[in-house]
């Protein structure tokens, strides 16, 4: 497996959800939810309607059941994400117990390759070097995470990582980007 990175140019993540709803709703919302929520790729594949959906609307919440460790991690699902997921399930004909990024061949989720073409492929066409994967969806979180003032504590614990190092090197902080971070109160 090669190793891959996060999108730190908002211009650049903004160009890709921009090919990626034209091209395709289903990848859009794919996209959208793995760079605001930092979940694992095989997880994020294997959401059904009814994690992020409650009938009635967007859940605020998305619970996932870790498989490493066992524990629960709930995932805040922001405005970004509840609007596209109103949008793509409301003009789709799934059920609660579909899957939510379900392939157009059969009822089971796109699989891991599939999921990687379609990031890839909008990512080359966004002009986006370095290489790209599913894995860049949550990087790309931690990245902006860390970069918006969030605890590095808490990205580590999140990643399951044993130190900051270890952390600030998978979302790719360098040494100028450590001490750019501004944590900006202003009460």
Known sequence: MEYVVPIKDISKINAMK????????????????????????????????????????PREYLTIQDEKTGNVQKHYLNSRVRIALERYIRSSDLKQTDYLFKSTRNDKPITRQQAYRIINVAAKEAGI????????????????????????SIL????????????LKYIGITEEEKSAVKVDVNL
């Not at 929520?37 to 994020?44: D, P, R, V």
């Open 156 to 167: 580590m614990h999140m990643f399951h990582h044993n130190s900051r190092s270890e952390t």
């Open 18 to 57: 921009d090919i990626l709803e034209k091209s395709s709703l289903r990848d859009y919302v794919l996209f959208v939810i793995g760079i605001n929520t930092g979940i694992q790729s095989q997880n994020l594949l294997l959401l059904k309607v009814e994690d992020v959906w409650d009938g009635d609307g």
């Open 129 to 152: 070097e370095g290489n790209v994967g599913t894995h860049t969806l949550r990087k790309t979180f931690g990245y902006h995470a860390y970069r918006k003032g969030v605890a590095i």
